[in-house]
């Protein structure tokens, strides 16, 4: 089993800047990538970022150019830097990582809010 502990969410305004970072452990041998993805009120639950064990980058259109997702395997951590807030960015993030042994497991955390406020 992978567990995943998301923090760093909380309240800014427009325009600031958040880092989320995501901590994972458990059996990392399968993990294939990992990423953040977020839900709104009365949304459906969406990919915002990706990052695969090649390093592979995937971004959701609205946040390219202001989200960077990275991660460090020494620290067995991946983060999400957000850039440039805006209010529409308001949402539950969720750390994900992905398992491919035979067929694909997905792993979740808990999820951090994330309000983006004047």
């Known amino acids: 089993q992978v567990q995943l502990v998301e923090s760093g969410g909380g309240l800014v305004q427009p325009g600031q800047s958040l880092r989320l970072s995501c901590t994972y452990s458990?059996?990392?041998?399968?993990?294939?990538?990992w990423g953040w993805y977020r839900q709104a009120p009365g949304k459906e639950r969406e990919l915002v970022a990706r990052?695969?064990?090649?390093?592979?980058?995937t971004y959701l259109d609205s946040v390219r150019g202001r989200f960077t997702i990275s991660k460090d395997s020494a620290k067995n951590t991946v983060y999400l830097q957000m850039n440039s807030l805006k209010p529409e960015d308001t949402a539950v993030y969720y750390c994900?990582?992905?398992?491919?042994?035979?067929?694909?497991?997905?792993?979740w955390g808990q999820g951090t809010q994330v309000t983006v406020s004047s």
């Open positions: 994900n990582a992905m398992e491919v042994l035979h067929s694909v497991v997905d792993y």
């Open positions: 458990g059996r990392l041998f399968n993990i294939r990538a």
């Open positions: 990052i695969t064990r090649d390093d592979s980058l």
